[in-house]
């Protein structure tokens, strides 16, 4: 299978691996970088578990090929937080019980997360339709909710 | 009172919480061993057929394949059930679905081994198929198995607690119904995966996505032929499970002969299409109901038989179809109660244990029953349910044991908050109110394969640095398992949850749990931990007791010290306790066990429904219906949940939502149907699911009955909510449609065929017009329990 050499910046780390032109993001990101935190539950576009950020805007990463992401800012949940500090969604979701099982976790987290960066203050209306996306088989979405208004409270009081 | 307590009944966050929101937390396929290899299931594309022929030559010759294996090469048969050991790992002789594994390859890559499977020839002769309850009670000729109680009939059960006929005869009013609940699939974000590692000092471990490690690991004992000891099983977190991760799977077993094979790791993820076709997911399930009332609205007799489309294998089956019977007399007092139930074969993906198991159907068909019987009595549907309902510290007429029981508070909650009284039937056109009640176990009172051994157990070890190490073999699969053994243990010990580290679910490392199903793990596992956080206590109090010159009663252990009740001042840190302990005692290290009582009744098939406390629930939902388009839209639900005690607040709300989210799911939308022998839709976009966006108003109101027997009191919280939800959206749609949905799911399709019928002159329903004409053999007669008959003819 000849392969091709491709240039990926995540979590602000330059990475330059050689892969075949059709494996995916996501399975690149899982098995050529072991970034396993970015999870699958279709690989075909329909969950999406598989989510990550690409220059800030929600991506599936099992519909996305390496070359085109090339140059682009990738992020995934391991880049959520800033060292040791965990991002105030990450610490809202664990403080309210939004991860049960946890495998949908991190797509949610990073959808909510390009919600926040652009709207600071959603209602929830504009919160179900930014994850509408996401599916969760466990919570039944209110903890997520509740717990993105919550780190949202928390991120305009901060700035 | 929970200020009594420092950590029971507060909203602290789950201990594995932060390790799901940073992506540390390893699922099953996140793991990578050096040298491992990718394997593969090929599975059948008949939904019936013989094998005539396997030839894996081609296969084995493709670059980069280890190993090629077929059927011949593990012929044991396994199952779930000790009664039901009818799987193959591979299909030996023929397939019984499509999806039936025949063969499994590891190869370098998932590529190769995807391309090694084209390259497996495999010859059917197809058979005559049966896809349907009907079908399997017609077509005698056909045969799935060739076991069971009858021409595809898995299991027949007929029981009968008093005499039925004196019962109808004493009614005033007879109500029969007839209602349909079709199958769907538990739907996990997480695709089923294991990896199996086998060494050459003959020891094999095997990771695996799974609720029941124990049963995994007698599993792979018989069917490889390998001693237990030599075979370690780890249960990775599950990344959803919902029973559907509660059985002994074929890619299991699988990639452990491909790693014994090869001498190399092996992993198997299966796709999200197979986890369509691993299934185990809710019985299709056609039921009759007939109950005589007083004019009262008392139950004087009911007669219940329900027919379940097992698929192709036994699975949890038998117990599923006990579990469609058990439950009903566990909420209203019957009198006298007859139930008829079997379970057939048919060609589809194996149906087994999800969310209720087995009890959501009946639930769903009883209390639509009741709703309808409440109208025609002229009493309004609450006082219905409140005249019939079971008293605390009382007898089921199948001799099940109610203890702590808060369904009347439950009821009174949901009636009052939502104004359920003052607003059903006076809602705006196209708007109603639904109400139902429901009941659920705390754990099987027996364990799957008899033994009289414990069915819990748990190790606490306590270093000289205050940390507290708590194994067990319990498996946390999003509803927090990990948070409860680590909260009750830090109660006792008067610890913080910080302080406490956990090994679980590692049949080398870890006591025995079960599983993490039939809502057993708080109770069981809870009360285990109790007694070994209580014994590590003990010692350290008897230590402490001497140091400080004190009697040990006087001790209380708190906020990470160890004082005087009556003078707090007087006391040692936590570490220093532990140290004093420890100097005295030797190594700080405890058991605690779990055994439930006695429970089952004198009569064979009562060891289902048995369980040391049973959970309630009551819920009203609100509607809104379209009759244009036939749109059924849930706005808002009520459900109150009396889980026993509420060990954390966030955790009990979760478990409550999510099993409110399910129920919605599967009364509106989901379901695991086929076409000619094919799954209609084995994928995530075509199997409809809820969404953020069919989210409604949610108010969960916590109900504490304080059991008895549960750890601090506690029950379950993980699947009895989902059970009154289903009937309350049925009977909401009555109240804003005037039409009868007597099958499930509600898809626009039957609102709009029952609103059609009703614009006809008809009864303005959609539901089953028939049940099969089977007799089913003569049941079991059993006397009610001693002293019954006068404890329901005093009643108030």
């Not at chain 1, 019980?97 to 959603?122: F, N, V, W």
């Amino acid at each position: 299978m000849p392969k091709t050499l491709v240039l990926l910046t995540v979590n602000g780390e330059p990475h330059e691996v050689a892969v075949p032109v059709h494996k995916t993001l996501l399975e690149v990101l899982r098995e050529e970088l072991n970034l396993t935190g970015t999870k699958h539950g279709c690989e075909l576009g329909e969950c999406g578990t598989c989510t990550v950020l690409v220059d800030g805007e929600p991506w599936l990463s099992c519909l996305t090929l390496p070359v085109e992401v090339q140059g682009r800012v990738i992020t995934t949940v391991e880049g959520m937080a800033c060292g040791g500090t965990a991002h105030p969604l990450q610490v809202a979701f664990t403080e309210l019980g939004a991860a049960q099982c946890g495998y949908c976790t991190p797509g949610i987290l990073l959808a909510a997360k390009a919600l926040l960066d652009e709207s600071p203050t959603p209602a929830r209306e504009t919160i179900a339709q930014a994850l509408s996306g996401n599916l969760c088989r466990c919570t039944g979405y209110v903890k997520i909710f509740e717990a993105v208004e919550l780190a949202a409270r928390r991120m305009s009081g901060a700035k | 009172m929970a200020s009594d307590f420092a950590i029971i009944g507060k909203p602290l966050p789950k201990v594995d919480g932060m390790g799901k929101c940073t992506g540390q937390t390893k699922f099953a396929d996140d793991l990578n061993l050096p040298r491992m290899l990718f394997g593969r299931l090929l599975r059948s594309v008949h939904p019936h057929a013989r094998i005539v022929r396997i030839d894996t030559t081609r296969a084995e010759r493709l670059p980069g394949v280890h190993a090629v294996i077929t059927g011949k090469d593990l012929p044991i048969k396994f199952g779930i059930l000790p009664v039901s050991q009818d799987e193959e790992t591979l299909a030996v002789d023929k397939v019984r679905y499509v999806g039936d594994p025949v063969a499994a390859v590891a190869a370098i890559d998932e590529e190769t081994a995807e391309r090694a499977l084209e390259h497996i020839d495999v010859e059917y002769e197809p058979l005559p198929t049966i896809m349907s309850i009907q079908e399997a009670l017609a077509q005698h000729d056909v045969r799935i198995h060739e076991y069971g109680d009858g021409p595809n009939i898995h299991k027949m059960v007929s029981l009968e607690f008093g005499d039925v006929d004196v019962g109808f005869t004493a009614a005033d009013y007879i109500r029969e119904d007839r209602f349909f609940f079709e199958g769907s699939n538990h739907l996990p974000m997480e695709q089923h995966a294991a990896v199996a590692s086998y060494e050459h000092d003959g020891k094999l471990t095997v990771w695996s996505s799974t609720q029941t490690p124990h049963y995994v690991h007698r599993a792979l004992e018989k069917v490889l032929e390998h001693p237990a000891s030599r075979i370690r099983v780890i249960a990775t977190p599950v990344g959803g499970g919902f029973g559907g991760k509660s059985d002994p799977f074929s890619h299991e077993i699988a990639a452990a002969k491909l790693s014994m094979i090869t001498g190399r790791p092996v992993k198997i993820t299966c796709t999200r299409e197979e986890v369509f076709y691993i299934h185990r997911g809710r019985h299709p399930v056609l039921m009759w109901v007939r109950t005589g009332f007083a004019r009262d609205g008392r139950i004087t007799a009911m007669h219940f038989k329900s027919f379940l489309d097992g698929g192709a294998y036994g699975s949890y089956g038998v117990a599923s179809t006990y579990y469609t019977g058990a439950l009903q007399p566990t909420t209203y007092t019957i009198p006298r109660y007859k139930f008829e139930g079997l379970r057939v074969f048919t060609n589809k993906p194996p149906c087994g244990p999800k969310r209720g198991h087995g009890t959501p159907q009946p639930r769903y068909a009883l209390e639509c029953h009741l709703d309808k019987a409440a109208i025609d009595l002229g009493i309004d549907p609450v006082t219905i349910r409140r005249r019939n309902a079971v008293e605390p510290f009382s007898t089921t007429v199948n001799y099940l044991r109610i203890t702590s029981c808060g369904l009347g508070e439950c009821i009174d909650r949901v009636v009052e908050a939502s104004g359920f009284d003052k607003r059903r039937g006076r809602l705006p056109a196209g708007r109603g109110l639904g109400f139902a009640v429901s009941a659920y176990l705390c754990g099987a009172g027996l364990p799957i394969y008899w033994n009289d051994m414990p069915q819990s157990e748990v190790q606490i070890k306590v270093d000289r640095g205050g940390g507290v190490t708590v194994y067990s073999m319990a498996i946390d699969i999003g509803q927090g398992s990990d948070s409860v053994l680590a909260f009750t243990v830090a109660e006792v010990l008067g610890i913080e949850p910080a302080d406490i580290k956990l090994v679980t679910a590692d049949t080398d490392l870890t006591p025995i749990d079960l599983g993490s199903y039939s809502s057993r793990v708080t109770f069981m596992v809870g009360n285990a931990a109790v007694e070994a956080a209580q014994k590590i206590r003990t010692t350290i109090f008897e230590a402490v007791a001497g140091k400080l010159h004190l009697p040990a009663e006087r001790l209380v252990a708190r906020g990470r010290r160890v004082f005087d009740r009556n003078n707090p001042e007087t006391g040692l840190t936590w570490v220093e306790a532990v140290r004093v302990a420890e100097a005295r005692s030797g190594l700080l290290a405890a058991v605690g066990s779990y055994r439930a009582p006695k429970l089952s009744g004198p009569y064979k098939g009562s060891g289902v429904g048995p369980s040391p406390a049973y959970s309630y629930s009551a819920s009203v939902v609100e509607v809104n219906c379209d009759p244009a388009t036939g749109a059924v839209v849930v706005e808002k639900v009520w459900i109150a949940h009396d889980v026993g005690r509420s060990i954390n607040p966030v955790l009990v709300e979760g478990q409550v939502e999510g099993s409110v989210y399910m129920a919605l799911g599967e009364a509106l939308m989901e379901e695991q149907t086929f076409r000619r022998g094919v799954h209609k839709f084995p994928s995530i976009l075509e199997y409809k699911s809820p969404t953020t966006l069919e989210t409604p108003e949610m108010h969960t109101f916590i109900v504490e009955s304080i059991d008895p027997e549960g750890p601090f009191g506690a029950k379950e919280a993980g699947q009895g909510p989902l059970l009154p939800v289903i009937p309350a959206v049925a009977n909401a749609v009555y109240d804003a449609l005037g039409v009868r949905l007597d099958e499930i799911p509600i898809t626009p399709e039957k609102v709009l065929a029952a609103l059609a019928e009703r614009r006809k002159g008809g009864p303005g329903r959609v539901g089953p017009r028939e049940i099969p004409q089977i007799t089913f053999k003569d049941p079991i007669r059993v006397a009610p329990p001693p002293g019954w008959q006068k404890e329901v003819s005093t009643r108030p």
